[in-house]
């Protein structure tokens, strides 16, 4: 069972200073859309940061971002609520989008980590002023990528106890 | 760029009529314990259910659930709010190891497909009585699984429409 990208998947906060290529860029972007969506509705759109102004501004509104400091990129998942039917599954579609880009992300050999946007209010204005979002559209997470400057094994954290058999 | 499980991951609603071995079961329990949370409080249990009548009470409850006639399990992923000090990121961390599990099952070589039940209220109702959930644990999401009975290519749903660089 080695070599499976899901379970060596680990969140990287330390990268070197090598760019990310567009051909990486588009593979992990092509993941985000790969993702599964209620009722196949898709309601989700990627915004690509890799200006240093616009990362030192996220770090900025964003508590928990510091690692952008050496991060030669950052990928904002949004929602749009509009364009799907079932608006009430927005979390699950955006959280799958970023889910398969992270997995990605592992499966190149690069390293991410998400951080968290929606549903803090600070920090959803704090990036829809950086990037200019329009109304309507919900920035519902982040995820800073790189080429990682340290390696993680699996976490292994399996745990029996939380799981149940047939009933709770 | 073959051989990618985040992107020939499909959902997969057909299955043959091979059960599923607990090696298997546990390779997917695995997966999605090692998604990430936020916070890393790993708010999530998870009920495995391959008995028949309960699979049967399933499709009674869960409007799109006519798939697991023929699956031979199905996992419930729950959330527990109050083992999380940020449980405003519960969907976002049920989300993570859904979709870990996800693409763990397509690197398996097995069919899965998921099932929102969280936040639609009739089918929480249903779910929570049929595999007994205490208050205070939120049936999020349930995976069918099984070995595939139908093979898919990967959706190669790529739009570039969605990409906006810098800003919005």
């Known amino acids: 069972m080695k070599g499976s990208a899901v379970l060596n998947r680990r969140s990287i906060r330390k990268y070197s200073s090598e760019p990310l290529d567009e051909e990486m860029l588009v593979e992990i972007l092509r993941a985000g859309m790969a993702a599964p969506s209620a009722h196949n509705q898709r309601p989700w759109h990627f915004v690509v940061i890799d200006d240093r102004s616009k990362l030192d501004a996220i770090m900025v509104v964003h508590p928990?971002?510091?690692?952008?400091?050496?991060?030669?990129?950052?990928?904002?998942?949004?929602g749009v609520p509009s364009k799907s039917k079932v608006p009430e599954y927005l979390p699950q579609d955006c959280s799958a989008a970023v889910m398969s880009m992270l997995i990605r992300i592992t499966e190149l050999g690069l390293g991410g980590v998400w951080l968290g946007v929606h549903p803090n209010p600070d920090r959803e204005n704090g990036i829809r002023s950086v990037v200019s979002l329009p109304d309507g559209v919900v920035p519902f997470a982040i995820i800073s990528v790189g080429h990682p400057d340290a390696e993680k094994g699996p976490s292994g954290r399996y745990d029996e106890d939380r799981v149940h058999r047939t009933n709770w």
Chains 1, 2 share one sequence.
Do not use: D, F, G, N
């Open 64 to 78: 928990h971002s510091q690692m952008l400091r050496e991060a030669p990129m950052a990928i904002l998942v949004c």
